[in-house]
């Protein structure tokens, strides 16, 4: 029996945890062939995010890199765990929701950083990794937002127009139809970037959840629309116990159960970002359960000025909506190892956003599009730290953009650069400026003598 599986028991249910751990420095990322039940094969822009990933956090400094590449290990990592073998061996589900289950019983078993491998980190991970201590770290996104995802004519509008449009028109109908329930614990979050302990009790919940779903779901999926169909039916669930939904529509699933099918897929159709959902809960529940505080982590004067600036200001007004352009703290009083952290999404996407969906995928004139413009690499680490920006994630549909192409040329042969080390090259630079310019004055003062 593996490593991995000893997390669970003979009955298949996860094993009591013993005392928690500090979180490891351990760091997770995942690229296999979920159709072909292969091996994953990077192309060259994959193999840079890769190598970027695995050069700032080097052995030497205490780091074990985590990379899933291979199926037969992977497979092999997970034996004896039936519900996890029999969700990867299932023709018809996601590789998406097969990476997902992967990521949460890594993280539950092992501890440490889940980083999706289109990233480009700013800086290594080791203060993140030091805060979190006994706790949890992830992004969130507003709830609002979220909502917008959710439902799908919502998520095919938002996609297609401005952000002032989408403020003036959608949102007012929007709120109408779908707003969280919980006002104190408003956000939503995500899962690309996960900073997890040991045998975190949030990472054991989504397990639970995810493992509950699937064995009672897989035996029924045989086809694309089997698997659309459960995956549907789950996120409405999900979004119910989360939010208000006021659309007529969605009560005749229970008048009249031979419509549900077709009226939850005109609304949520695959419920692609269940798992989202599956945080939150598990997230919220654990933090009422342990008297958790929730607060907003002022922001800096210079990130105060970018959300402010005239540039960016009519999107932060939607994106920024209820704080959530701040960092968020989940406090315990009795335990603060084990303080929850949430990092803003919503400003990540602030820095990339413009009205234009072409300049969605080129960044062209956005904030961090134009800060990749600087042929200094140094200057570019330098300027996205002072503004905030410490990780550019790609996702499918950016993964091809101009600033991919623009990162490996400033950085393809300068893998370990960091804004430490564009500090001393400014430092070394004035240096060796200072002492040229008192050569030259003493090459003057000798002519004249």
Not at 183 to 211: A, D, G, H, P, R
């Amino acid at each position: 029996m593996s490593y991995m599986a000893r997390a669970y028991n003979k009955t298949g249910k996860l094993r009591k945890s013993s005392k928690p751990e500090k979180t490891p420095k351990i760091i997770h990322f995942l690229w296999l062939n979920f159709n072909k039940k292969s091996n994953g094969k990077l192309d060259e822009s994959l193999t840079f995010f890769k190598n970027r990933i695995e050069a700032l956090h080097p052995k030497d400094k205490g780091w074990k890199i985590n990379f899933i590449s291979s199926w037969k290990e992977c497979l092999k990592s997970i034996s004896g765990v039936k519900w996890l073998n029999d969700l990867l061996n299932n023709e018809h589900v996601g590789a998406a929701h097969k990476s997902d289950a992967l990521r949460y019983f890594y993280l539950y078993k092992m501890g440490g950083v889940w980083i999706d491998l289109s990233t480009f980190l700013v800086k290594p991970l080791d203060d993140l990794v030091k805060q979190n201590n006994e706790g949890f770290t992830c992004y969130y996104t507003s709830s609002n937002l979220c909502a917008s995802w959710i439902i799908k004519l919502t998520s095919e509008i938002y996609d297609q127009i401005g952000m002032e449009g989408y403020i003036k028109k959608v949102i007012p109908i929007q709120k109408s139809l779908i707003n969280i329930k919980d006002k104190n614990f408003n956000f939503i979050t995500e899962n690309y970037f996960i900073i997890s302990s040991k045998k975190n009790e949030i990472c054991k919940n989504v397990v639970q959840q995810l493992k509950s779903f699937w064995t009672v779901v897989l035996p029924k999926i045989n086809s694309k629309e089997d698997y659309c169909y459960e995956l549907t039916n789950l996120i409405f669930d999900l979004s119910k116990k989360i939010y208000n939904i006021n659309i007529p529509y969605l009560n005749l699933t229970k008048q009249l159960p031979k419509t549900k099918r077709v009226i939850l897929k005109k609304y949520f159709d695959c419920g692609y970002l269940f798992n989202y959902l599956q945080l939150y809960l598990a997230i919220r529940n654990y933090s009422i359960k342990n008297s958790g505080v929730l607060k907003n982590v002022p922001n800096s004067p210079e990130k105060r000025k970018i959300i402010k600036s005239r540039k960016l200001s009519s999107f932060s007004k939607q994106l920024c909506y209820s704080y959530s352009c701040h960092n968020k703290i989940i406090k315990f009083k009795h335990n603060p190892n084990k303080n929850i952290r949430l990092l803003s999404a919503s400003y990540n996407r602030l820095s990339k956003w413009s009205n234009d969906i072409s300049k969605r995928i080129s960044w062209d004139t956005t904030l961090a599009g134009d800060i990749l413009k600087s042929k200094n690499p140094y200057t570019v680490l330098k300027n996205l730290q002072r503004v905030e920006i410490y990780q550019l994630k790609y996702g499918s549909w950016t993964r091809n953009s101009p600033t991919v192409t623009r990162l490996k040329e400033l950085f393809g042969n300068k893998l370990t650069l960091t804004p430490d080390d564009s500090v001393n090259n400014n430092n070394n630079t004035k240096k060796y400026r200072k002492k040229r310019k008192s050569n030259k004055t003493k090459r003057r003062r000798r002519k004249k003598r």
